[in-house]
């Protein structure tokens, strides 16, 4: 079972505009999501994080949301830049910290 | 470059073989954990460390796959008799207080 789904596994977008990625979750017990980035043949980079009791956390371009009562969770980057091109993953960390992650959204931003 | 520092980038097997990875990571970070990523997937959680306690494994480490971590400092991951199934990158992450996970590069294991 998934406990982590991005349903969208590409999106793109023109620079400047906004990119907005999806993300579902089924266990109500998650206490921290987190969004990360992956080039190829690199490890993911982590790009911002929110706890469960929070429903926004801001980081300069990077913002996410989080709807508890939906269970989903979203990052908006705005202005989108073409070196933001990658694959972006939602990740949920349960009581251990142990990570469960989504399978990605590969973003492209269009010049 | 005080990163988690993993070792090789890539190791190409023949099946059967064992294989042995190694982790570093940064130094004052208790938790370490260790992930495997196929194409097109997330990283899936296969094991993690507290210091040198290894405190949950995942039922996708079979009884060929084990890690240890001595003295809590750099972790091993061996697998043996690999196949191809085990195909894969294989990540290491470490933090001092989740969730601010690091993760290295990763070693990416092809078997053949």
């Known amino acids: 079972d998934q406990q982590v789904k991005q349903n969208s596994p590409s999106l793109s977008v023109q620079e400047g505009r906004i990119s907005i990625l999806n993300c579902d979750y089924t266990?109500?017990?998650?206490?921290?999501f987190l969004w990360y980035k992956k080039y190829p043949a690199e490890g993911p980079t982590f790009l911002i994080s929110?706890?469960?009791?929070?429903d926004k956390n801001e980081d300069g371009r990077f913002t996410v949301f989080l709807n508890k009562s939906a269970k989903h969770l979203s990052l908006h980057i705005v202005p989108s830049q073409p070196g933001d091109s990658a694959v972006y993953f939602c990740?949920?960390?349960?009581?251990?910290?142990?990570?469960?992650f989504g399978s990605g959204t590969r973003l492209l931003v269009r010049p | 470059d005080t990163g988690v520092s993993q070792d090789p980038r890539h190791k190409i097997t023949k099946r059967g073989q064992n294989v042995t990875f190694r982790c570093d990571p940064i130094?004052?970070?208790?938790?370490l954990y260790w992930y495997r990523q196929t194409l097109g997937q997330g990283p899936e959680f296969l094991t993690y460390?507290?210091?040198?306690?290894?405190?949950?494994k995942s039922r996708l480490l079979s009884d060929r796959f084990s890690a240890e971590r001595p003295k809590g400092s750099f972790s091993t991951l061996e697998i043996q008799r690999t196949e191809q199934g085990d195909s894969a990158m294989y990540l290491c992450?470490?933090?001092?207080?989740?969730?601010?996970?690091?993760f290295g590069s990763g070693t990416r294991l092809t078997v053949v």
């Open positions: 992450a470490s933090t001092p207080n989740p969730p601010g996970y690091t």
């Open positions: 266990n109500s017990m998650f206490d921290y």
């Open positions: 929110i706890s469960s009791i929070k």
């Open positions: 990740a949920a960390a349960d009581s251990s910290y142990k990570l469960i």
């Open positions: 130094s004052e970070h208790n938790r």
């Open positions: 460390f507290q210091n040198e306690a290894q405190l949950e």
